[in-house]
């Protein structure tokens, strides 16, 4: 019987080479890369059926990479390996084209479980932050509005550049618009994501793996 193929992405080197030896016994390693230009470039020559990926990758994060893969129509199934317990990042994972999503401290034998479900048409998460996400659909409107929340390809342009130090008036130059528009897909983003502070956008983008240009 044929073995599943996988690729993992992560550039953490010394952590991707430990999942590989946990993966061994039950799939064929094809790739591994660190981040998403590669995931997208290797994907294309090794075509594998499975797609392990961190959402927090330099040159390029998982959720965008994984986008273009999808836009490209690839037919791997990705599952999501990352440190984040965040229901936000859980959403954008699964609307990116995920079909699992498993948290780095409970990796080991969830992760094979997980593999197993999603080659088996099913989706997988992690039961910490599945049950935060059941909890916060119990929550009142305006809080299950954030969880939602996905930024546009302009938000993310903006809250990248934010991230890298620029100012408002610089990132309006930067993308052709105005200040007060660049200022105006801020607040919508801070709306969006319910947070206060330039500071907490930061965090977010740091997480998105947005911060290098």
């Known amino acids: 019987m044929t073995r599943p193929t996988i690729l993992i992405a992560d550039d953490h080197k010394m952590f991707a080479q430990g999942l590989a ?25 090794v075509q594998p059926d499975l797609i392990l990926v961190d959402i927090s990758m330099p040159v390029l994060n998982g959720l965008d990479a994984v986008r273009r893969l999808m836009q490209k129509h690839s037919t791997a ?20 084209g995920g079909v699992g999503y498993v948290l780095k401290q409970s990796a080991g034998e969830e992760l094979i479980f997980a593999l197993r479900e999603v080659m088996a048409g099913r989706k997988y998460i992690s039961p910490t932050i599945e049950k935060e996400r059941e909890k916060e659909s119990q929550t009142p409107t305006a809080a299950v509005y954030k969880e939602n929340f996905t930024l546009t390809p302009r938000q993310r342009e903006v809250l990248q550049l ?12 930067r993308l052709n618009i105005s200040t007060r528009t660049a200022e105006s897909y801020k607040y919508q983003i801070m709306e969006g994501l319910g947070v206060q502070t330039t500071a907490e956008l930061i965090q977010y983008a740091i997480k998105l793996g947005l911060t290098g240009l």
């Open 21 to 45: 030896g946990l993966l061994e016994e039950e799939f064929d390693l094809v790739a591994i890369v660190d981040n998403g230009h590669a995931l997208i470039e290797e994907v294309d020559k």
């Open 77 to 96: 199934k990705v599952v999501f390996l990352t440190m984040h317990a965040d229901t936000r990042l859980l959403r954008e994972a699964f609307q990116s």
């Open 162 to 173: 934010l991230s890298a130090g620029y100012t408002m008036k610089e990132i309006a130059s």
